[in-house]
């Protein structure tokens, strides 16, 4: 099937849901990563995002195309996280989501723009760059490695096993990196030995979204 | 869940439900000054919005009480945006404050200098712009504890917003144009210096755990509000010597003129008790006399704290003649009140 991989609104509501599901699991671990360089609020909020993402789904018509479905759990999040991560994964899906447009479906260059797009999003609102310690180190690498392979000609699915693996590097390469954004960075070099929780949390939607598109029914 | 509950010390019903309900009892304590809007978690002066009058609207995450809804009312705050406990509140509750609270003059936002914070109010002043509702920021970033901006978030918003938020409510009070008032509030900031030293740390319902570790005989010298770590730790010693370090911290951050006239606030960070504040306030005020400093104005007490932490910060502000008198004028709110 290779490149003809395409991607429509459920493989998106299962990705968002496939999320929801590793917030709750992971909240307490992101929590206590939290807790370790920050203020032990990132898994709590990114759960209560997250799950009301879910409830917000089950409102929009089924008929709905992919791209206004990223850009509704986008406002969603903005609207129920606070701190940082609420405008950062807002600004993300919706970003995404007005780069896919209005089709019911889009191949997987249409998806590596979509992230493309998500992470300029991040990066603007954030000022951060890579080597900051936030979530920008894994998913920067990630968008990367998603465009190559699928520039290559890897199918989606394919090449997002490629972005979910350079996203983990990115986040295992956090831990000895000193923090310069965000409230990590008041530590100074006392952040440095941790693992950053929103790089961290970055991998766990990654991951949502490889399996969300591998598992297509 | 349960684990949680049965080994935090604190008076909550469920974690999740501490900040809703706290709103509830200071709606219920003073139904004379503020309402809440629960819908939106936003907290508002009575008689918002008040025609031709700037409209201030502050917040933040929650867990500072009585910052910011303890100082809604007649001469400070005309909205609060309280978002979870140390998460920042969302655009949403922030543009429904600035709506409520445009009398027709435009609304200041008051923002601490918090990566979140700064996020979501930005994102809401855009949306309120959107909606034809004059804006004007003013970023507070007194906490002279992180020296190197460079590599951080910039310089934590800590005392002075509490300072900001009662001299720009009198400013516009006074009938300030969005602008004026707006000034004030930057030349407050500009002329505000704070430093923290915590001696235990906050525990945050949702963790249920200490935020940090500190031994029994130390302190962090320049915590921040949120349990953020500081410029080092120390051993705890006597209070003159704490003082004399905060004091030396600030004033040589702030240089202010010889003979300068000051605010001395002095702020308990929630656990630490009013006697011990007033030794501080007694070091504070002896130290800057031999230093020449004039203390023209002060305040005393717990105003912006961190849950149940034990520590004190110091905030110092150069005043002028516009400044004090601002100071002076009247205010009514549920944890600041004189002259009304």
Known sequence: ?217 | MSVATQTLKKFVNAPEDVVKESLAGLAAAHPDLVRVDFDNQVVLRKDAPVAGKVGLVSGGGSGHEPLHGGFVGRGMLDAACPGEIFTSPVPDQMLAATKAVDGGAGVLHIVKNYTGDVMNFQLAAELADDDGVAVESVLTNDDVAVEDSLWTAGRRGVGVTVIVEKLAGAKAEAGGSLEEVATVARRVNERGRSLGVALTSCVTPSAGAPTFEIGADEMEFGVGIHGEPGRRREKLKPASEIVAEMTEAILADLSPAAGATLLAFVNGLGGTPLIELYVVYNELAKQLAERGLTVARNLVGNYITSLEMAGVSITLVELDDELTTLWDAPVHTPALRWGA
């Open chain 1, 1 to 217: 099937m290779g490149g003809l991989t395409r991607v429509d609104s459920a493989t998106m509501a299962r990705w968002l849901e496939g999320s929801a599901v590793a917030m709750r699991e992971q909240r307490d671990y992101l929590t206590q990563l939290d807790a370790a360089i920050g203020d032990a609020d990132h898994g709590t909020n990114m759960d209560r995002g997250f799950a009301s993402v879910v409830t917000k789904l089950e409102e929009l018509d089924d008929s709905t195309p992919p791209g206004k479905l990223l850009v509704a759990a986008g406002s969603t999040l903005v609207s129920t996280v606070g701190g940082a991560s609420g405008p950062l994964w807002g600004t993300a899906l919706r970003r995404a989501g007005r780069s896919i447009g209005d089709g019911e479906s889009f191949d997987g260059a249409a998806l590596a723009t979509a992230l493309e797009a998500a992470l300029d999003g991040v990066v603007k609102l954030g000022a951060a760059r890579p080597g900051d310690k936030t979530m920008v180190d894994a998913l920067e690498p990630a968008v990367r490695a998603l465009r190559e392979r699928v520039d290559g000609g890897a199918s989606a699915a394919d090449a997002l096993v490629a972005a979910r693996e350079a996203a983990e590097d990115g986040m295992h390469a956090t831990v000895p990196l000193q923090a310069s954004k965000g409230r990590a960075s008041y530590l100074g070099e006392r952040s440095i030995g941790h693992q950053d929780p929103g790089a961290t949390s970055t991998v766990f939607i990654l991951r949502a979204l490889e399996q969300a598109v591998r598992e297509r029914p």
